[in-house]
């Protein structure tokens, strides 16, 4: 199953719709397929208000109008925010399409809101936690108001949409969750509550007795910075474990200079390295906060199941909140 997008440049929007047999190219590096239901908006800064209705092509390829109170204004439409990749965003779609899916079709509509001029400002911000990384180039520093103001923007976008439950699968753009949430009229999950919920569910007992039961966080210096992950697990009663300085130093900093340079799996025999200082101390299980880290590791990898996706509490979080209606 391919897709079929009409997009209207002076709105800045791309309306995705399902089509059995047109195959359709995009810039997107990864195809993702979205119920008639399901939304699109690809937006830049300067264009955060919606019009009053937009146009799709239809499964027979006709131009029709479509209206987004007929379309979206449902109990339990999700809005989601894009983050860093494009890639990592589509990802986390699909497994809410997957994971809601109920005989074979979707349960859950959603609106995605997607704009490059955020990706590259978010992506600015957590580049210039390596100074180490990038001494060589000069390098603006990320300008924190503007990434709020436009966090806020598209959040705001999507309550106008209809959009009854903001989403935010960015490790990154946690860092500003509360000044986003302020004046919001729908509730926004944190992936840090999601996860640390799945943790307390699993009621595993501390490897060592007497002590806290301990979580290790491994994630880019930005996240680990921002703290939003420790703090929600030690305020849960969790014990947090990071990475010390010389394991930042030799292995997780040396695994992100591997992958920018395209070895792979040097970058991964690094993640490994990290990962296994972590559990030596005790620690139940990983807190894997950082995407690009999780893709690193394979399906089958042994060390993926000491570690635990936020991204996917995130999603079945959703879920869990659109059955209980």
């Known amino acids: 199953m391919s897709l079929q997008i009409f997009t209207i440049p ?15 190219k995009t810039r997107l590096s990864r195809v993702l397929a979205t119920p008639p239901s399901s939304t699109l908006l690809h937006m830049d800064e300067s264009n955060n208000n919606l019009p009053k209705s937009i146009k799709g092509f239809d499964s027979r390829g006709s131009l029709n109008s479509l209206h987004a109170d007929s379309m979206l204004r449902q109990a339990s439409t999700v809005g989601i925010i894009g983050g860093i990749s494009t890639d990592s965003t589509l ?18 509509p959603f609106v995605l809101c997607s704009d490059p001029k955020l ?22 520093p990320a300008d924190q108001n503007q990434i709020v103001e436009n966090l806020r923007n598209k959040r705001r976008s999507l309550e106008r949409c209809g959009a009854k439950l903001i989403l ?27 996860i640390v919920k799945e943790l307390e569910e699993a009621k ?11 979580v290790g966080v491994m994630a880019s210096s930005a996240t680990l910075s921002a ?8 305020n849960n009663g969790f014990e947090a474990v990071l990475p010390d300085k010389a394991t930042m130093e030799h292995t997780v900093i040396p695994a992100i200079e591997a992958m920018k340079r395209d070895d792979m799996e040097g970058a991964r025999n690094l993640l490994r390295i990290a990962l296994q200082v972590l ?19 394979p399906g089958d ?9 936020p991204m996917d509490a995130l999603a079945r979080s959703a879920i869990k909140w659109a059955e209980n209606l």
């Open 91 to 108: 990802n986390f779609v699909r497994k809410l399409e997957d994971w809601s899916s109920k005989d074979g079709e979707s349960s859950l």
């Open 10 to 24: 002076s709105h800045g929007l791309a309306q995705v719709w399902f089509s059995k047999r047109i195959s359709c």
């Open 301 to 309: 990898d042994p060390l993926l199941k000491k570690c635990a996706d």
């Open 204 to 214: 595993m007992k501390p490897l060592e007795a007497g002590n806290s039961l301990r």
């Open 168 to 194: 935010m699968p960015c490790h990154i753009a946690h860092t500003w969750y509360d000044e986003v949430c302020e004046g919001s009229s729908v509730p926004m999950l944190h992936m840090g509550d999601c």
């Open 119 to 140: 990706n590259k400002e978010l992506l600015l911000y957590e580049e210039n936690s390596y100074p180490s990384l990038y001494h060589r180039v000069k390098r603006t």
């Open 227 to 234: 703290g939003f992950y420790q703090e929600r697990l030690q």
């Open 279 to 297: 559990l030596v101390q005790a620690v139940n299980v990983v807190v894997l906060g950082s995407d690009e880290m999780r893709e690193l590791l």
